[in-house]
C-alpha cells in the first residue's frame, strides 16, 4: 500500500482478554517500529524490527505483550490478559534501511479495555 | 543505551512570532541522525525536519530550522513566523545506526492569536 497501515483503528476489549493489533508497513521497508501513546502523552518505544527480528525489546512492559514480524513485512503486537492500563493508542511506524530517512506512521489503534 | 530530552512541557507563543523548542540527547554513537516530528490533535505523525551528526550546516525545511549544537548535545527547532495551525505537539527524536529510533517526550505549543 501508499502508507503505513494499522487494524483495527478502534479496539474495545474486556479486561482478561487477548487482543492483538496489526501492522502492515510500506513495501521494501526494513524497519518497523511499534510505539505506545496515552492521552497527551509522549511516544513510549515498546519494540522494533529489523528484517525479522528484533534487536531490542527492553520496551515490552511486561511479559503480556509480545510481537512478531514474518516475512519482512506485516507484525502483529499481542496483548494478553489485557488491563485497563493498556488501554492508549498503539502506533506502528516503518523506514527504509537509510538512518537518514524518516520514519512514516500509522494512524494507530485506539484500545480500550473496559 | 540512547536518550532524548525536552524540557519544555508547554509553550506559547505570539502569531508571526518565532519560537524556539528545546531538544537535548544523549549517546555514544558517534553516527546518529536526529528528527522532528509534529502531532495534531488529530493524531497523525508529521514528518518536519531531519539533521545527520556529520551534517555541517544546520537542515532547514521552509519556516523549519534546526539548531544543531553537537558539542552540547542539542538540536533545538526554530519555527519562524508561527502560523494559528502550528498549534500541536512537537517530538524531537534520534536514530542510531542500528536503526534504533527514539523519541523525547514532547513539547506542547500554542500559538496565540
Known amino acids: 500500500g501508499a502508507g503505513v497501515s494499522q487494524s483495527p483503528s478502534n479496539k474495545v476489549t474486556e479486561k482478561g482478554k487477548d487482543v492483538e493489533l496489526r501492522c502492515d508497513p510500506i513495501?521494501?521497508?526494513?524497519?518497523l517500529y511499534w510505539y505506545r501513546q496515552s492521552l497527551g502523552q509522549g511516544l513510549e518505544f515498546l519494540i522494533y524490527f529489523q528484517g525479522n527480528s528484533a534487536p531490542d525489546k527492553s520496551g515490552l512492559p511486561s511479559d503480556r505483550f509480545s510481537a512478531e514480524r514474518t516475512g519482512g513485512s506485516v507484525s502483529t503486537l499481542t496483548i494478553q490478559r489485557t488491563q485497563q492500563e493498556d488501554s492508549a493508542v498503539y502506533l506502528c511506524?516503518?523506514?527504509?534501511?537509510?538512518?537518514?530517512?524518516?520514519?512514516?506512521f500509522g494512524q494507530g489503534t485506539r484500545l480500550t479495555v473496559v | 543505551a540512547q536518550k532524548i530530552t525536552q524540557t519544555q512541557p508547554g509553550m506559547f507563543v505570539q502569531e508571526k512570532e518565532a519560537v524556539t523548542l528545546d531538544c537535548t540527547y544523549d549517546t555514544s554513537d558517534p553516527s546518529y541522525g536526529l528528527f522532528w516530528y509534529k502531532q495534531p490533535s488529530s493524531g497523525e505523525m508529521i514528518f518536519l525536519i531531519y539533521?545527520?551528526?556529520?551534517?555541517?550546516q544546520n537542515a532547514t525545511e521552509g519556516r523549519y530550522s534546526l539548531n544543531f549544537q553537537k558539542a552540547r548535545k542539542s538540536a533545538n527547532l526554530v519555527i519562524s513566523a508561527s502560523q494559528l495551525g502550528d498549534s500541536a505537539m512537537y517530538f524531537c527524536?534520534?536514530?542510531?545506526?542500528?536503526?534504533?529510533?527514539?523519541f523525547g517526550g514532547g513539547t506542547r505549543l500554542m500559538v496565540k492569536p
Open positions: 539533521q545527520g551528526s556529520y551534517d555541517q
Open positions: 513495501s521494501g521497508h526494513t524497519a
Open positions: 527524536a534520534m536514530i542510531n545506526a542500528g536503526n534504533m529510533l527514539t
Open positions: 511506524a516503518s523506514s527504509s534501511t537509510f538512518m537518514n530517512t524518516e520514519a512514516f
